[in-house]
């Protein structure tokens, strides 16, 4: 089955940090661009970054820009999110999320398989 | 850059159909044919129902299609259902890939 499932979420103080992962299972995870888009309590959706199948190409919303890092480990099948210096306006779900279709098919900007999501709170 | 602007809310009757608008610049849904709808349930992950403006996922009902005028985008689903009850989302692409989400649109079926 073709899936993605989230860990590393939890309470942390302002001005830590966290690791999230997002482990794929049921696809060649290679070969897809990757997404991290969060929720707050009660409100919408907004995309927090985004690395492409290879990992040499990343963007971030201004957000969380110089506080984030995403990554991924094509051979452990895991993408990650780096969070430092982290805010209660952090506070969240975080879905990992993978593109449409594969490198080559540019079907790059819209993300069909998510996951539960993991909850990050932060809070003193 | 500010979310792309959705109403708050919608709603209709079964059976009926309905249109949500997501509205941007000539920098996201103007400038690109790259906008998404997602369909979120209460306590749930997001579905993607439409991608790339008109184009259904398979397994997404043929009741859903989009659609893009200059710098609005469209959702319409027809022939509506009590399980379309949902919160939707837009997105559109911005540049050098990042992404931009609307608002969000809390749809009831009366």
């Known amino acids: 089955e073709v899936q993605v499932v989230e860990s590393g979420g939890g309470l942390v103080q302002p001005g830590g940090s966290l690791r999230l992962s997002c482990a794929a299972y049921?696809?060649?995870?290679?070969?897809?661009?990757m997404y991290w888009v969060r929720q707050a309590p009660g409100k919408g959706l907004v995309w927090v970054s985004r690395i492409n199948n290879d990992g040499d190409s990343t963007t971030y919303a201004d957000s969380v820009k110089g506080r984030f890092t995403i990554s991924r480990d094509n051979a452990k099948n895991t993408l990650y999110l780096q969070m430092n210096s982290l805010r209660a306006e952090d506070t969240a779900i975080y879905y990992c999320a993978r593109a449409v279709g594969p490198t080559n098919s540019w079907l790059y900007y819209s993300m069909d398989v998510w996951g539960q999501g993991t909850t990050v709170t932060v809070s003193s | 850059q500010s979310a792309l602007t959705q109403p708050a809310s919608v709603s209709g009757s079964p059976g009926q159909s309905i249109t949500i608008s997501c509205t941007g610049t000539?920098?996201?849904?103007?400038?690109?044919?790259?906008v998404s709808w997602y369909q979120q349930h209460p306590g749930k992950a997001p579905k993607l129902m439409i991608y790339?403006?008109?184009n259904r996922p398979s397994g997404v009902s043929s009741r859903f299609s989009g659609s893009k005028s200059d710098y609005t985008a469209s959702l319409t689903i027809s022939g509506l259902q009590a399980e379309d009850e949902a919160d939707y989302y837009c997105?559109?692409?911005?540049?050098?890939?990042?992404?931009?989400f609307g608002g969000g649109t809390k749809l009831t079926v009366l």
């Open positions: 997105s559109s692409y911005i540049s050098r890939g990042s992404l931009i």
């Open positions: 000539s920098s996201d849904i103007g400038g690109y044919n790259y």
């Open positions: 049921g696809f060649t995870f290679s070969t897809y661009w």
């Open positions: 790339d403006v008109t």
